[in-house]
């Protein structure tokens, strides 16, 4: 039974608040570059993986800043230099009202809500129609946003399909699972263990 097999450790209980000061500590220090590189291959595919099964255009990881002043495009896929390293001011767009609210989107026709930041779109030459965006939580901290999006090239053109509930629900999952592969990776860094 798996409970039995997950039972507290009465020798390491007296470190856990310990560790988990460090495991905050180690994501209040995190950076883009440490972000994708704490993601290895196992967390880019499980990225790729669900942005296919989302039929998304695109998906990115936003990480806050050291300044708490701004998201900054930490991991996208499909791989996009234009996208990547991107920020956006914390009082600015869809993505940022998600961190502030900690509460997942899911929006369509995105390109007539209010609080969209249409600095992206205008850089790139699209338009975004549909956005999912999930908070993203590494060490017990909240860090980013989990995003991604359906767009067009041509405003006059249809809109893709809209996202769903479901898909939403398949978003946070995946945020969920980062969180529980990046906070294996500290604390494996924390305790010494090659794993």
Not at 66 to 78: C, G, N, Q, W
Not at 85 to 107: A, F, H, M, T, Y
Not at 142 to 150: E, I, K, Q, T, Y
Request: with cysteine.
């Amino acid at each position: 039974m798996l409970s039995d097999l997950l039972q507290p450790d009465a020798t390491l209980i007296e470190y856990s608040s310990t560790i988990e000061q460090r495991l905050e500590a180690c994501s209040r220090r995190m950076q883009p570059e440490d972000l994708r590189s704490l993601l290895g291959n196992a967390g880019r595919e499980l990225v790729r993986v669900t942005t296919k099964t989302l039929e998304a255009d695109s998906a990115s990881i936003w990480l806050m800043s050291s300044d708490r002043t701004r998201l900054i495009v930490s991991h996208v896929f499909p791989a996009n230099e234009d996208l990547m390293n991107r920020d956006q001011p914390l009082d600015e767009g869809l993505v940022s009202l998600v961190l502030k609210s900690e509460q997942p989107i899911c929006e369509n026709q995105v390109y007539e809500h209010l609080d969209h930041s249409k600095r992206t779109d205008q850089s790139l030459g699209v338009v975004t129609c549909s956005m999912i965006a999930v908070p993203f939580y590494a060490g017990g901290v909240l860090r980013g946003v989990v995003s991604c999006v359906r767009m067009k090239d041509d405003p006059e053109a249809p809109d893709p399909p809209a996202f769903t509930s479901a898909d939403l629900a398949r978003m946070s999952r995946l945020a969920k699972a980062l969180e529980q592969m990046i906070n294996f990776r500290f604390l494996s860094g924390i305790l010494g263990l090659d794993l």
